[in-house]
């Protein structure tokens, strides 16, 4: 693969300002930064190229039964499935290496699929809905101890939209909304170190706006939240600062149907409408190109190796970052279409759960847990 900026030159500065439109009232400008090599003149951190050193196939009594959540360690997986004599429970299971045989874990059932796991794999946090309430607890994988850690009443018809973690396993956010009134929506934000919530409305965002997830940056300060808007009804990404228990709007744009993710404090990544994958800065305000027609992306826990596939391709591919290039591109894996991806936190092993190339998959976005599973190991 090569990488789709290195034939635009050394030392070259390429501005492009365009007219952008849809996601604030009028027209508004903005700088899109196609990178330079100004990074490339730096002393390179890592000049080796990606080497795949095994593949493990998952066995199929996993593959087709089991939603991987991710890395409870370095050597070792975690994802929940349904018991056959239990159907309404959750159940969790670990795979350890040499990934051959999956193994329950004891002590951990929930009825609910509303799950998710922290980054650094310790702990799960599960949201659970009721007609009356609905809650927010955390699970410790080490000693399997639940805590709850909020409770809301839901008797006004107020509801949980999504829970997410930041990258830095800090933060627990979600999103309560009330369709009624949007004035008693809010963000909710824990954190785990302090023991404390903080809630920030949402008074910016219009009564039909459709909000979808959130994410919270690693300081806390600032959140990121996908919508459909009501005027446009395509989606939307938000970035707001956190400030005096209000979300403040900062930067608006339209994007593709997969994730956002922040990659600093200040920055966060996204795909474009038509397969772009962009950094936007909030310091300078730039956008910036990293890849282009790409499918679907995972940058590792440090962000220093990104895998992701492209458009009309079954190809898995992975290159290391350096600024915003993307260098040593090296497919890693042929005939599968990823739907899921995670690095282990050493970015020697990555996950990738998937669709074969001839799935359609206008009827699968959503069941991809049946698909083939596998992990890559690099030297």
């Not at 699970?139 to 999504?162: G, H, M, P, V």
């Not at 990121?224 to 005096?244: C, E, N, P, Q």
């Not at 397969?275 to 220093?304: C, H, M």
Request: with cysteine.
């Amino acid at each position: 693969m090569t990488n789709t900026k290195c034939g635009w030159g050394v030392g070259i500065h390429l501005l492009i300002l365009v007219l952008l439109s849809g996601c604030s009232a009028g027209l508004q400008s903005e700088t899109i930064v196609i990178t330079d090599s100004d990074e490339m003149g730096q002393t390179l951190q890592d000049t080796s190229p990606v080497q795949v050193k095994k593949i493990y196939r998952l066995p199929e009594e996993n593959a087709d039964t089991v939603q991987w959540l991710g890395w409870s360690s370095s050597d070792s997986i975690v994802g929940t499935f349904k018991a056959a004599d239990l159907p309404e429970r959750y159940m969790f299971k670990r795979l350890i290496y040499p990934f051959e045989q999956g193994e329950s874990m004891t002590g951990i059932n929930m009825n609910t699929s509303r799950i998710s796991l922290s980054p650094d794999g310790k702990h799960v946090a599960e949201m659970i809905m009721s007609r009356k309430e609905a809650s927010l607890n955390v699970i410790s994988l080490k000693d399997i101890k639940k805590t709850e850690i909020d409770r809301f009443s839901a008797s006004n018809q107020q509801f949980l939209q999504d829970m997410s973690w930041s990258d830095n396993s800090q933060y627990i956010s979600c999103l309560m909304l009330d369709p009624v009134d949007n004035s008693k929506s809010s963000l909710r934000v824990f954190n785990t170190k302090s023991g404390k919530f903080q809630r920030f409305t949402l008074n910016e965002f219009g009564q039909g706006d459709s909000l979808l997830n959130v994410y919270v940056s690693n300081d806390g300060r600032s959140a990121l939240i996908t919508m459909y808007a009501s005027d446009i009804r395509k989606k939307t990404i938000v970035l707001g600062k956190l400030v005096d228990d209000q979300f403040e709007t900062k930067y608006k744009r339209l994007i593709g149907e997969n994730q956002v993710t922040w990659i600093g404090d200040d920055q966060f990544a996204f795909l474009g409408r038509d397969g772009t994958l962009y950094e936007y800065d909030l310091r300078n305000g730039e956008l910036s190109v990293i890849l282009e027609k790409v499918y679907a992306y995972e940058f590792s826990q440090d962000k220093k190796i990104i895998a992701y596939s492209l458009q009309d391709e079954d190809v898995v591919y992975v290159g290391k970052m350096q600024g915003r290039n993307v260098l040593y591109n090296k497919p890693v894996y042929h005939g599968i279409i990823p739907m899921n991806m995670k690095w282990n936190s050493e970015n020697t092993r990555l996950f990738i759960q998937g669709l074969k190339a001839f799935a359609n998959l206008n009827n699968v976005q959503n069941d991809y847990s049946k698909g083939p599973s596998l992990i890559i190991e690099l030297e």
